[in-house]
């Protein structure tokens, strides 16, 4: 039988060093292991491999598709709290959308963009 156990999501960047030093400090990212210009990183079971990539084409430069990831998680109100507090970028603030979910969006240095969304317990509208 077929089971997702995670993922993990492959990031080229510039700026190896700025985005490893990002993603620790404002994200709340931990290490899992670091490799010649590879770093893994993981915020729970959500990880992702940053990787050196000089010539590659920046993912603010790619507009809409630098979205990389759509995180579903509980505790949405107090992770806003606190990467308002350690000055994360915000490009959409967090609200309640009609598709069930409460969500924000925060984007790296390079544009990488990440959503976080947690699902609306019905019972408060009802």
């Known amino acids: 039988m077929f089971k997702v156990k995670a ?11 700025r985005a490893e ?4 400090d404002k994200l709340g990212f931990s290490v899992r292991f670091l490799v010649d210009d590879w ?5 729970g079971d959500f990880h992702v491999m940053v990787g050196h990539c000089p010539d590659q ?3 603010r430069d790619t507009h809409e598709h630098s979205y990389f990831a759509y995180v579903n998680c509980e505790g949405i109100d107090e992770l806003y709290r606190d990467y308002q507090e ?18 924000f969006g925060v984007a790296t240095p390079e544009g990488h963009r990440i959503m976080f969304g947690e699902e609306i317990d019905p019972s408060v509208n009802s």
């Open 7 to 17: 993922t993990q999501h492959v990031l080229a960047v510039k700026d190896h060093e």
């Open 21 to 24: 030093s990002y993603f620790l």
């Open 39 to 43: 770093s893994f990183l993981s915020l």
């Open 57 to 59: 084409l920046m993912a």
């Open 86 to 103: 350690r000055g994360v970028e915000i490009f959409q603030v967090i609200s309640d959308k009609p598709w069930g979910l409460r969500e």
